[in-house]
T-cell receptor, first 114, second 114 residues
């Protein structure tokens, strides 16, 4: 069974608008971490934001914020004021507990339109 | 070095030949991961090393694939008798032990089997 689901294979957004990329996860471990990565066409994997399962507040990093709904097991990435450079693949990932493997979702390709 | 280093960056090999890919993780990172990424696709987990524990080999696609890591240092991924379907970018990542530690990725090795 898929542990990380990203239901949007592709998304379009107009420059300067906000966009939400969906991520749902499945775990029975109470201690886990959720991560978002960006992969532009150059291929590098860029870490964006982290949310711990015990964190009370949603994580934010500049224009990135994570809408963490623990009961729904969702960790959606919100990008505010989209820029052309935001066009990339975005991967959601989970790590269940210390010393555990990373599990990645299938990714969402975001295209920002001028 | 400051980041995860992979070599070679590009490799073209003839079908049936063996290839060895190398990954130098960030010093002090106990965890090391190998992924395969076919063109336009997501990350396919191959193998995970955590300290001196037995590696998680559950993602290796066939017995032609193997990987080694000595302690918490360099890792090599070996593909024997390469096939055209092995053509992909092979990504290595490393991280610290705790669940909130992000994975740092190398630039990848682009393998082309002709």
């Amino acid at each position: 069974a898929q542990k990380i689901t990203q239901t949007q294979p592709g998304m379009f957004v107009q420059e300067k608008e906000a966009v939400t990329l969906d991520c749902t996860y499945d775990t029975s471990d109470p201690s886990y971490g959720l991560f978002w990565y960006k992969q532009p066409s150059s291929g590098e994997m860029i870490f964006l934001i982290y949310q711990g399962s015990y964190d009370q507040q949603n994580a934010t990093e500049g224009r990135y914020s994570l809408n963490f709904q623990k009961a729904r097991k969702s960790a959606n990435l919100v990008i505010s004021a989209s820029q052309l450079g935001d066009s990339a693949m975005y991967f959601c990932a989970m790590r269940e507990g210390n010393g555990q493997n990373f599990v990645f979702g299938p990714g969402t390709r975001l295209s920002v339109l001028p | 070095g400051a980041g995860v280093s992979q070599s070679p960056s590009n490799k073209v090999t003839e079908k049936g030949k063996d290839v060895e890919l190398r990954c130098d993780p960030i010093s002090g990172h106990t965890a090391l991961y190998w992924y395969r990424q076919r063109l336009g696709q997501g990350l396919e987990f191959l193998i995970y090393f955590q300290g001196n524990s037995a590696p998680d080999k559950s993602g290796l696609p066939s017995d032609r694939f193997s990987a080694e890591r000595t302690g918490e240092s360099v890792s090599t991924l070996t593909i024997q008798r390469t096939q055209q379907e092995d053509s992909a970018v092979y990504l290595c990542a490393s991280s610290e032990y705790y669940r909130g530690a992000e994975a740092f990725f190398g630039q990848g090795t682009r393998l082309t089997v002709v």
